[in-house]
């Protein structure tokens, strides 16, 4: 009796749902994300970034404020590219299991260069997502339309051959480029989630930079 056997897309879209369905997270999940829009603001300059986004800003500000114990009423400002994208998980959830979520991104076209385009934090409302007792009261989805979430681009770096692996330099004044950009979660168990991978257009970041009173 003759097989019928089927493409190897569909059987790797059908896993994809069960294991979406059965566990509530993929590993891999099919246009997860999308981006919203970009804009040019101003925003502080970090005062521990790797704290903030391990164990939330509230404990970093006390353990910073440890190490010095004298710190400036406003911390400096720099000029940064707000990237807000929509997706229909729900990230909060998947921190509430403990899990560290991270921002990846990346120039689309050279893959191979490294460059620190963006800290790996991504915010909800302001905030941004970890697993504690403040972020749980907010996770609930108004009206199923879904969540939208914000990372920050850098607008400018100089390279660093020195860091390994080197670091290139970039300027998006002079020559915007496509980013792309994915979001993980990691637990104790490993790999939980994993994101599709949305584009914040080239063209999008040149109008945010040339927006009149951005410069």
């Known amino acids: 009796m003759p097989t019928t056997k089927l493409p190897v897309f569909f059987v790797v879209f059908s896993l994809g749902l069960l ?28 005062r521990s970034a790797r704290l903030e986004e391990l164990i939330g800003l509230p404990p970093a500000d006390q353990a910073t404020a440890v190490i010095a114990s004298k710190e400036l009423t406003e ?55 970890h697993a504690d007792a403040l972020s749980k009261q907010s996770t609930a989805r108004a009206g199923g339309r879904g969540f939208t979430y914000t990372f920050y681009l850098n607008v400018a770096r100089r390279e660093n051959r020195q860091s390994k692996p080197p670091e290139v330099g970039f300027d998006f004044h002079a020559t915007p ?3 792309c950009f994915y979001v993980t979660g990691s637990g104790a168990s490993g790999l939980i989630y994993t994101s599709s991978t949305a584009i914040v257009p080239k063209e999008a970041i040149a109008a945010a930079i040339n927006q009149p009173g951005s410069n």
């Open 177 to 179: 480029e496509n980013v």
């Open 19 to 46: 294991c979406l369905t059965s566990s509530g997270f993929a590993h891999v999940n099919v246009a997860d994300i999308s981006f919203s829009s970009v804009e040019f603001v101003e925003r502080p300059v970090p």
């Open 75 to 129: 911390r400096p400002k720099r000029l940064v590219l707000r990237v807000d994208f929509h997706s229909a998980v729900d990230f909060q959830a998947i921190a509430n299991r403990d899990a560290i979520l991270f921002l990846h991104s990346y120039f689309c076209l050279r893959q191979s260069d490294f460059a620190v385009l963006s800290a790996p934090t991504v915010y909800h409302d302001g905030r941004p997502i």
